[in-house]
């Protein structure tokens, strides 16, 4: 993933210089050092190509020095070398207006430091991760991407927030008749057969997870898409790559022929969508209550995780063009992963 973040590894370090290098007026002892960035830590540190760098204590003076060594601040972007130097992330085509939330999953400390995925748009939603059994791991920053990994099939580790509230940005959706969902993912293979969640959007009533939007993955890595608690249709092929792809999954309900209504892409290229015969295509808006959850990477409430990586994920509350997606997936599989 790449994008905004709050850099929580230099939040909450008394003198830590975690916002700069400090200059003098705090003792520290002749050696000492502590991580620092002069630029902005809220918005730029970790993003892209930039870095944190390291500050050391002056022994002579006792006092924390002035330079910040090993950073790397925002600079010039440069035409064809893919790298995101001024540090603000892919530039989406948001022609078609910007997403409800959009999560890059560029966090730079590295294993279970990260308590939250920080939303990229404003009136962020962000969510709580957590760390179980087939935990979701960052990827190191020092690899050649950043995301969440999941090293097993039905761990309980997932990203998730109750949204139905007054609050909530996402309550928009609640009676949407269109949407979109667009992610960055690598699906490994599955040692079960479980369904397992890639995004969950609904509620629990005891033991169970009612969803009111979700795409899962069968035990052969096949993709199904549920909306308002129904099945409405899957894709008979297995999402299983070496390389990251570009997902899209689109809903709206108020479109002809009923093949329409819901679509599926990987990397741009619509997949052929099957229905049983007693499943019927996406229709009516979709509906929330006051307990539903967005959750990423697993179910709600069981133990049903995917495998493998996630590197972004966005909704929106309005069907993508074609046009439009083919526009976000050439940025995406660009600039979502610079080391």
Known sequence: GCGPFEYEALQGQAGSGGSGAQGGGLACTEGETQPCYTGDPLTTAGVGECRSGVNTCDGEAGTWGTACEGEVLPGPELNGDFRDSDCQGPTLDDSAGTPLVRYLLNEATAGTGVTHLRDARPNPLDLELQYEWGHPEFISPGTESRG??????????????????????????????????????????????????????????????????????????????????????????????????????????????????????????????????????????????????????????????????????????????????EANVAVLQEHNDEP
């Open 148 to 325: 969440l990994y999941w090293e097993h099939s039905n761990g309980s580790g997932r990203a998730f927030s109750i949204i139905a509230t007054p609050q909530s940005k996402l309550q928009m959706l609640n009676s949407a008749t269109a949407l979109t969902l667009e992610f960055v993912v690598k699906f490994e293979e599955s040692s079960v057969n479980d369904e397992r969640g890639v995004l969950f959007l609904g509620h629990a009533e005891g033991s169970n997870d009612i969803s009111r939007l979700a795409l899962v993955l069968d035990g052969d890595e096949n993709p199904h898409i549920y909306h308002n608690g129904q099945e409405v249709g899957r894709v008979e092929e297995q999402l299983r790559t070496d390389d990251p792809v570009v997902l899209h999954v689109i809903i709206d309900t108020a479109v002809e022929p009923d093949e329409a209504k819901l679509r599926l892409l990987v990397n741009g290229e619509a997949k052929p969508v099957t229905r049983e015969p007693w499943e019927s295509p996406p229709n009516g808006p979709l509906t929330l209550n006051q307990s539903t959850h967005l959750v990423l990477g697993n179910l709600l409430t069981q133990a049903r995780s995917m495998r493998g990586d996630l590197y972004y994920a966005a909704i929106y509350p309005r069907a993508l063009s074609q046009s439009q997606v």
